[in-house]
């Protein structure tokens, strides 16, 4: 331990010893959380950050740290790769294992790979601080409540965008555990049970469905879908499922249940994120329609939802008053027009196989308002068929607009595929995009190059100017990355100053060197949004695919390249051998 001293090296500013830290975890916010934790709590001193493994072992033999609090999953060497060999060059090194996996698995291999204690992330900050000072040697202030204050607040801020799109979302939604009780829910929700969110909260989801089968009267196992078992690893979607649901006024709501399952970095299933759709008013047209056209006409005169009956060909002969709402048209502008005319032509082929195959369903499809603009409609249909010579008919549809559900979910794929600082692709996109550009290599006579991009000496942006202007120079880097490089190519950022460029169809080394010098050129230009004019250099490192090499090979090998640029002098490009 050391007393702190000034960013020059000025004596020490203070008689009392600091416990120095080194933290590693790839996601540089809840880097920023905890030494936020640390150093509002007294003790100790952030030294140096790192986002993967390797990172922290070099780190760890520069800065020879008192303590290191490592996370599990980090790209390039795990947390559990990178203890062992912190441990060899200090073996006086604490180390603290942080993570969210389940403790009973995780503890024993990070004792065993020579951490000293495990935490769970998700305990009280006040209780971190506790065990990490009991671990170091040293008392820290009673700061529990400022602290935990501060991080709600950080959390708050930097999940915002999920946050409004998930709490003002139109459609009920909820993120349960597998038995179905509630961690999260939104206020739509509250609204199709008739309930309080505290109310929501109180009991699993599934013991609100009416007429079940069980022998005490509620749902069986069956009849919990989608809870009541955890998904296969890797599994993620589960079909849709539709059930009965008591309102706490004591009515009875249909509703759709849409249930993903949300994995940790290893696969293994956490917890199932679920939109569920007060779908009562299309029920109730149903069962209208197959009791008799007479109140069939009544309730669909009424209904919200858009209701149609249609010949074989998809001719309108009835549509209701709804239309207007939904679509602009009147039913009279509709009577006798194909419906197949205002649907996207895209969804034509699709549309009309799916006739064919007969019976009850229900389709997702585009369709044309009058004004022009695409809506999307939810389509229940029913198909007709004469008994004797399967011919269809009559077509019975009730059509509901989803538009801005399917706009939410598109939202949620961009937040989820993208990096919310820069807009480019995230880890999980470029992947995908490397894997793909890998599997096309042998259609083509191209190459395809992976160009790892890392700035240099960013830290002293953020420590100088603060972590407002080093954001704005990671977007201005991101927006110069795409314009050194071709429309198809990829631009992802992988975290802190880390950005990947993906090219396909090159013609040799030659073509991937020239897209690293005009990278190394366009991002050693001042930055004008600062306030100074700030220049940030970066090092390449290049990797060509051979004809074998898989995407995080591949990737692998471009870090080992970016990083023989560093130690050659930084602001230049290696090449892979």
């Known amino acids: 331990m050391t007393a702190p001293v000034g960013l020059n090296g000025d004596a020490p500013v203070a008689a009392r010893p600091l416990v120095r830290v080194l933290l590693a975890d790839d996601t540089a916010d809840l880097r920023s ?206 079909p849709q499922v539709e059930q009965r649901w008591q309102r706490a006024d004591g009515r009875i709501a249909w509703v759709t249940i849409d249930a993903s399952a949300v994995h940790d970095n290893f696969g293994r299933p956490l917890y199932l994120f679920c939109q569920i759709q007060d779908v009562t008013t299309r029920r109730r047209a149903e069962e209208a329609l197959r009791a008799s056209e007479a109140r069939f006409r009544m309730l669909a005169d009424n209904a919200s939802d858009l209701i149609a009956m249609h010949d074989a060909d998809t001719t309108f002969r009835y549509v209701s008053p709804s239309c207007r709402d939904i679509l602009g048209f009147t039913p009279t502008e509709l009577i006798g027009r194909r419906a197949t005319e205002l649907f996207h032509p895209d969804e034509v082929d699709t549309v009309l196989a799916d006739l064919q195959r007969g019976g009850d369903g229900t389709i997702t499809i585009r369709v044309r308002s009058k004004d022009g603009h695409w809506v999307w409609l939810e389509v229940g249909r029913r198909v007709l068929t004469d008994p004797v010579t399967g011919e269809i008919i009559e077509l019975q549809t009730a059509s509901r607009d989803v538009t801005e559900r399917k706009l939410l979910e598109h939202r949620l794929t961009e937040l989820a595929m993208h990096d919310g600082l820069t807009g480019l692709a995230n880890r999980m996109l470029l992947l995908d995009r490397l894997e793909h550009a890998l599997a096309r290599r042998g259609a083509s006579e191209g190459q395809v190059a992976v160009l790892f991009v890392d700035l240099d000496r960013f830290k002293l942006v953020n420590d100088s100017l603060g972590h407002r202007a080093g954001d704005l120079v990671l977007q201005t880097t991101a927006d110069r990355l795409l314009t050194c490089i071709r429309p198809a190519d990829t631009a992802a950022r992988l975290g802190g100053d880390e950005f990947v460029i993906v090219c396909e169809d090159l013609t040799g080394e030659d ?58 002098g930084r602001a230049q490009h290696r090449m892979w051998r």
């Open 33 to 238: 959380l905890v030494r936020a934790v640390l150093e509002s709590a007294g003790g100790f001193q952030v030294v140096a950050e790192a986002a993967d493994g390797r990172e922290a072992v070099m780190l760890a033999e520069r800065f020879s740290p008192d303590l290191a609090v490592v996370d599990v999953a980090m790209p390039v060497m795990s947390g559990l790769q990178a203890i062992p060999e912190m441990r060899r060059l200090l073996p006086e090194l604490r180390i603290a294992v942080l993570t969210v996996f389940d403790l009973t698995d995780l503890e024993g291999q990070a004792l065993a790979a020579g951490a000293d204690i495990c935490l769970d992330k998700t305990r009280p900050p006040s209780e971190l601080i506790s065990a990490l000072g009991a671990l170091a040697g040293v008392s820290v202030a009673d700061s529990s409540s400022q602290t935990e204050a501060w991080v709600t607040h950080a959390l708050r801020e930097s999940q915002a965008g999920f946050n409004g799109a998930f709490d003002e979302a139109a459609i009920g939604m909820a993120i349960t555990d597998f038995e179905g009780r509630p961690l999260r829910v939104n206020t739509a929700l509250g609204r199709i049970l008739a309930a309080t969110a505290d109310d929501v909260m109180s009991r699993p989801l599934w013991q609100r469905v009416v007429g079940g089968t069980a022998a005490d009267g509620t749902a069986s196992l069956a009849e919990r879908a989608p809870w009541g078992k955890v998904p296969q690893p890797g599994v993620t979607f589960i």
């Open 511 to 568: 073509e991937a060197i020239a897209v690293a010098e005009r990278i190394e050129r366009a991002l050693a230009e001042p930055h004008p949004r600062l306030d100074r004019r700030t220049v940030v250099t970066a090092s390449v490192g290049i990797a060509i695919a051979d004809s074998s090499v898989q995407a995080e090979a591949l990737l692998h090998r471009a870090d080992s390249a970016m990083y023989e640029a560093k130690q050659a």
